[in-house]
């Protein structure tokens, strides 16, 4: 029981973790594409035509789309993953309110065999003392 408890509790940290990254890499990522804009209108407003700064500037260009691209495909991930251990917790509370309903079962046969139990004692106490 306390199994399941730890595992649930671990996957709802877990949960919160990826949340969290999930909620970063976006800021990150709405960061970067501001970056990426302001790069680009500066471009636009230069009229340098040296090709060595226009070969800089295309680089970093280039470098800002593909840290864009690769931290849209990393918020994808992390949302996939977010849905995955929140499908995953859902299907463990499941099972431990099956788990708890077996415990309650289990425990009211305990409870009832117990209590026959003390009955008969009590019977056979009686008969003992009838004998004597």
């Given at each position: 029981?306390?199994?399941?408890?730890?595992?649930?509790?671990?996957?709802?940290?877990?949960?919160?973790?990826?949340?969290?990254?999930?909620?970063?890499?976006?800021?990150?990522?709405?960061?970067?594409?501001?970056?990426?804009?302001e790069?680009?209108?500066?471009?636009?407003?230069?009229?340098?035509?040296?090709?060595?700064?226009?070969?800089?500037?295309?680089?970093?260009?280039?470098?800002?789309?593909?840290?864009?691209?690769?931290?849209?495909?990393?918020?994808?991930?992390?949302?996939?993953?977010?849905?995955?251990?929140?499908?995953?917790?859902?299907?463990?509370?499941?099972?431990?309110?099956?788990?708890?309903?077996?415990?309650?079962?289990?425990?009211?046969?305990?409870?009832?065999?117990?209590?026959?139990?003390?009955?008969?004692?009590?019977?056979?106490?009686k008969?003992?003392?009838?004998?004597?």
């Amino acid at each position: 029981m306390s199994k399941v408890r730890g595992e649930l509790s671990e996957k709802e940290r877990e949960l919160l973790m990826i949340r969290r990254v999930s909620g970063a890499k976006a800021s990150q990522l709405a960061q970067m594409e501001k970056m990426l804009q302001e790069t680009k209108s500066m471009m636009e407003k230069k009229t340098e035509t040296s090709t060595e700064k226009n070969l800089y500037d295309d680089t970093m260009v280039t470098e800002l789309e593909e840290k864009v691209q690769r931290s849209k495909r990393e918020r994808r991930n992390s949302l996939h993953r977010t849905q995955l251990l929140e499908s995953q917790m859902k299907t463990v509370r499941g099972e431990l309110v099956d788990t708890m309903g077996h415990l309650q079962a289990l425990r009211d046969v305990l409870r009832r065999s117990q209590q026959k139990a003390e009955e008969r004692q009590a019977a056979m106490e009686k008969l003992n003392a009838e004998l004597r």
